[in-house]
């Protein structure tokens, strides 16, 4: 299967928030939720979406290991492809970071969207942050047009990132959707771009139906 990566800045525009989860983002994290909590309908594999935790983990744990206090950095990876987010005190630092990411052996490409600026989000600022995220899935969800599940939100002071496996049109309309909330100042997208034709082959075939002759003699 083909994949094309598009990263792409969209300016915001406007309407409400709610509460999600925004990647770890405190000190300096990295994360992800139980293996339990995967969804069926992730277009990763099971296998990728392991490997996805384990880079948080580890690439979180090494910057936290090097970097100490000197930045806040969060580290997010889809499909093996990590954005950073946060803050580093300068350009040297924001650097370090990404080699400390790339040097993880099953990265395929890191996006470094640390900013070069002091650490001034404050609890409020990280708590609307995980409100904005929230409320931009909500809109996903609730929009029938296009299937959640495949896309992940993450916000850093109130720009929101769209990371995922989706076709032209849902890189599209996610970008749309996301524009719509209050608040935002800016999308980017940081998606796996396939057609809809890949997309087609890459959902599972339903399940044969068996006759059940146990009750028949």
Known sequence: MKLQW????????????????LSGCVALVGGGAAVAGMSAVD??????????QGIELRA???IGEVMGEKARASVTSYNRMVLLTGQAGNATD?????????????VRQVYNEIEVAPFTAT??????DTMLTGQVKASLLNAKDITSSAIK?????RV????GIVTPRESKRAAEIARG??????????FEVISEEELAAMKPEPAPVTEDRSSMN
């Open 181 to 190: 909330v209050n608040d935002v100042t800016k999308v980017v997208r940081l």
């Open 123 to 128: 609890l409020g600022q990280r708590s609307k």
């Open 43 to 52: 277009r990763r594999t099971t296998g990728s979406q392991v490997e996805d």
């Open 94 to 106: 924001k650097a370090a970071i990404e080699k400390l990411v790339r040097e993880q052996a099953t």
């Open 160 to 163: 929101v990132y769209l990371m």
């Open 153 to 157: 939100v993450v916000t850093e002071n």
């Open 6 to 21: 598009t990263r792409v800045a969209c300016a915001a525009l406007t309407v409400a928030a709610l509460g999600g989860a």
């Open 60 to 62: 979180g744990n090494r």
